[in-house]
């Protein structure tokens, strides 16, 4: 393991901030308010940001508009905090974004989860391998979703690209992901939860060392409370940030997690911080969920 990866191992070992895109009136997208909302971020103690994540949209985006989120969080970042790239698409289209993030500066990249809808085992590495590959400098972290997918697969991509140095794992399911660490490797790679805070406690109690986070935006002293309480093991602490977060995090999962961005955007827009508006096929909240969401976002310490 060189130095260079331990550095980026440790960066994953946090609170993995998923900032998300602020659009102007006109639908494009807001940079001075981009600007803003990251650098909120970095002056509330996150270290690690990710650009063009699920929360930012990152499906609804053009890819210049990748490109440009890319430039701002790099930009904004600067020495203050390590910046993990999402890249995805096509396999050409996922080569050039991380080879685009490289050329910035970033020295890492999140894959997420091919879209596609027929994933074999063997194409999944295939996928995962070809950017790994095509960027081998920089710590790559797959970001997994599928259930089925065996830990041996993933032992099998590091083998083949030892840049594979994490993993931002979002099954539904504790007991999984436990097994699926311990097949994988528990000590081999950096373990995020990819469900975000209500999934922290329990995936930490099976290895995890980081989790991701779109509530951050709005609120980013509850979640370094919460890591900071499962690093020294204070589960109880933990869980008092877990009940102050329950409703929002309940709001943002319904329906198959249909207002999870939206969510996040209300709550910031609650408090001035941004336009509400999402782009398709997302859609705004109705006044009661609002007036809702607004609440929550009151209470909390800011």
């Given at each position: 393991?060189?130095?260079?990866?331990?550095?980026?191992?440790?960066?994953?070992?946090?609170?993995?901030?998923?900032?998300?895109?602020p659009?102007?009136?006109?639908?494009?997208?807001?940079?001075?308010?981009?600007?803003?909302?990251?650098?909120?971020?970095?002056?509330?103690?996150?270290?690690?940001?990710?650009?063009?994540?699920?929360?930012?949209?990152?499906?609804?985006?053009?890819?210049?508009?990748?490109?440009?989120?890319?430039?701002?969080?790099?930009?904004?970042?600067?020495?203050?905090?390590?910046?993990?790239?999402?890249?995805?698409?096509?396999?050409?289209?996922?080569?050039?974004?991380?080879?685009?993030?490289?050329?910035?500066?970033a020295?890492?990249?999140?894959?997420?989860?091919?879209?596609?809808?027929?994933?074999?085992?063997g194409?999944?590495?295939?996928?995962?391998?070809?950017?790994?590959?095509?960027?081998?400098?920089?710590?790559v972290?797959?970001?997994?979703?599928?259930?089925?997918?065996?830990?041996?697969?993933?032992?099998?991509?590091?083998?083949?690209?030892?840049?594979?140095?994490?993993?931002?794992?979002?099954?539904?399911?504790?007991?999984?992901?436990?097994?699926?660490?311990?097949?994988?490797g528990?000590?081999?790679?950096?373990?995020?939860?990819?469900?975000?805070?209500?999934?922290?406690?329990?995936?930490?109690?099976?290895?995890?060392?980081?989790?991701?986070?779109?509530?951050?935006?709005?609120?980013?002293?509850?979640?370094?409370?919460?890591?900071?309480?499962?690093?020294?093991?204070?589960?109880?602490?933990?869980m008092?940030?877990?009940?102050?977060?329950?409703?929002?995090?309940?709001?943002?999962?319904?329906?198959?997690?249909?207002?999870?961005?939206?969510?996040?955007?209300?709550?910031?827009a609650?408090?001035?911080?941004?336009?509400?508006?999402?782009?398709p096929?997302?859609?705004?909240?109705?006044?009661?969920?609002?007036?809702?969401?607004?609440?929550i976002?009151?209470?909390?310490?800011?």
């Open positions: 393991m060189t130095a260079t990866y331990e550095t980026q191992r440790a960066a994953l070992a946090e609170v993995v901030a998923i900032p998300v895109t659009f102007s009136e006109d639908g494009t997208i807001d940079r001075d308010t981009h600007r803003a909302l990251l650098r909120r971020l970095l002056d509330g103690g996150v270290r690690t940001l990710t650009p063009n994540g699920n929360t930012g949209e990152f499906y609804a985006l053009t890819p210049e508009e990748r490109q440009l989120v890319t430039e701002l969080t790099i930009e904004e970042a600067g020495d203050r905090a390590a910046v993990l790239v999402g890249v995805g698409h096509d396999v050409p289209t996922a080569v050039a974004s991380a080879r685009y993030a490289r050329a910035l500066g020295r890492m990249v999140m894959v997420h989860q091919p879209v596609h809808p027929y994933v074999s085992e194409g999944w590495l295939d996928y995962h391998r070809a950017v790994a590959e095509s960027v081998p400098e920089l710590g972290v797959p970001y997994i979703r599928n259930p089925r997918l065996p830990g041996a697969r993933l032992a099998e991509l590091a083998d083949l690209c030892p840049n594979v140095i994490g993993v931002k794992y979002a099954v539904p399911d504790a007991a999984r992901f436990a097994a699926f660490a311990r097949d994988a528990l000590e081999r790679f950096v373990w995020v939860a990819g469900l975000a805070e209500p999934y922290a406690p329990s995936y930490f109690s099976a290895g995890a060392t980081g989790f991701t986070s779109g509530l951050v935006n709005v609120a980013p002293s509850l979640s370094l409370n919460m890591i900071e309480a499962l690093r020294s093991g204070d589960y109880p602490a933990a008092k940030v877990w009940e102050q977060i329950r409703r929002f995090e309940e709001l943002r999962a319904a329906d198959a997690s249909a207002n999870n961005v939206t969510v996040v955007k209300e709550a910031l609650s408090l001035g911080l941004c336009r509400r508006e999402v782009r096929p997302s859609r705004e909240l109705s006044e009661s969920e609002r007036s809702e969401v607004a609440g976002a009151a209470g909390w310490p800011l």
